[in-house]
Every structure is written in structure tokens, then in C-alpha cells.
């Protein structure tokens, strides 16, 4: 059974598992920072069997304007279960009083079939345009 959990509190070996699971290896090579990313965050949910960490959700703003979906991310062994929907769905109820929600990922049709059928557009469809700076 798959249970769902707001807590940030989170080990550094559970995070490193998940994280390394879906290949976010930049993220793992320092766990104290993904830790402290996670704990920092303003809103972690997490989904569970038993004791494995099986999928997470964290966002980033300031809890009244702007939402940003910064991670999403399933262990590839419980993809296609609709965890991530789920993570998704009770975040988004969470801030359903946040007009702007925002989030930044990698192009491809699965993942962008996701995101719309929570309602969001991709800049290039609309009237918004996005940035951003990696280095």
C-alpha cells in the first residue's frame, strides 16, 4: 500500500536512492545540500511502500503568489502507477489559492502530456515567455 507523507524530514540515504534511481546524479553528489534543499523547501509530499521512498514532490516560493514545482520524480519501478499524478493532484489542492504556478523541465511528449493535463501551458503555446540560466 502506498501511502503519501508531508514531512520534509527525509533521510540522505532514502533521497539519494530516489534521486539516483531516475539519474539525478548532480543532485546526489552532495546529499548535505540535497537535504538541506529538501528541508528548505516550502512544501515536500512523498510517497511511500512500507519504508522505500518511492516518489517525491518539492516546491519552492513564497506560499501566496508564486508555486514553483522545483522536483518531481518517481522511482522507475513504480512509473506509469499514477504516483506522480497523485504527488501532483494534492499539491496542487494545497495551493489551489496560488495563481501563479510555475515549473521547468526537459522537452519530450510524455513529459509534456504530464503537465497538461494538470492545466499547464508550455510557454512556447501561450502568450508567456520563459528564462533561465544554468551554468
Not at 58 to 87: A, C, F, M, W
Not at 91 to 119: C, M, S
Amino acid at each position: 500500500m502506498i501511502t503519501y507523507k508531508k514531512d520534509k524530514n527525509i533521510s540522505s540515504q532514502h533521497l539519494d536512492t530516489l534521486y539516483s534511481s531516475v539519474g539525478w546524479i548532480s543532485y546526489t553528489h552532495d546529499l548535505d545540500q540535497l537535504k538541506r534543499a529538501v528541508a528548505y523547501s516550502l512544501f515536500v509530499l512523498s510517497a511511500w511502500e512500507d519504508n522505500t521512498l518511492i516518489g517525491l514532490i518539492r516546491t519552492v516560493g513564497d506560499g501566496e503568489t508564486i508555486l514553483y514545482i522545483q522536483d518531481i520524480l518517481v522511482h522507475p519501478d513504480y512509473q506509469n502507477k499514477k504516483i506522480g499524478s497523485e504527488l501532483m493532484s494534492q499539491t496542487l489542492e494545497e495551493f489551489k489559492a496560488i495563481r501563479q504556478k510555475v515549473l521547468l523541465t526537459e522537452e519530450a511528449p510524455d513529459t509534456r502530456y504530464f503537465y497538461e493535463k494538470f492545466g499547464f501551458n508550455s510557454c512556447d503555446q501561450g502568450q508567456s515567455v520563459a528564462f533561465f540560466k544554468a551554468f
